[in-house]
């Protein structure tokens, strides 16, 4: 992909997998915590999570979050039956992926997890 503004620092990873643990909207929160203690990112304001409640389909039914950092946001898309994650960290700083990922893997439980930086 073609850099359009090589002047604004920006760094995103995808993160994904299965995992092993029971998510609710503590977990979620909790999980922004971590990933924000882990990398060092500040926040803004208090994470924003959604459940459609059974609006839908029964395989999408989990949770859509967002984290508002002072240097972007964190995405976290959850699907509760497939027990699956992906998330999106985006920020305007540098980071160190590889302590995104064993964060987020020790923090799921997850035995696999994929990424792609972007």
């Known amino acids: 992909m073609k850099d359009l503004a090589p002047d604004i620092t920006r760094q995103r990873l995808l993160i994904e997998g299965f995992y092993t643990i029971d998510v609710d909207k503590k977990v979620v929160k909790d999980y922004f915590r971590k990933i ?3 990398l060092k990112l500040k926040t803004y304001g208090d994470p924003i999570i959604f459940s459609p409640g059974g609006e839908g389909k029964d395989v999408n039914q989990g949770y ?17 039956n497939a027990k699956f ?23 799921f439980k997850a035995k ?3 990424s792609e930086s972007f």
């Open 36 to 38: 924000t203690s882990s």
């Open 112 to 114: 696999e997890i994929v």
């Open 64 to 80: 859509d979050a967002f984290v508002p950092l002072i240097d972007s946001g964190i995405a976290a898309y959850i699907w509760t």
């Open 85 to 107: 994650f992906s998330i999106v960290v985006y920020t305007c700083k540098s980071f160190d992926g590889e302590i995104a990922l064993k964060a987020t893997k020790e923090f």
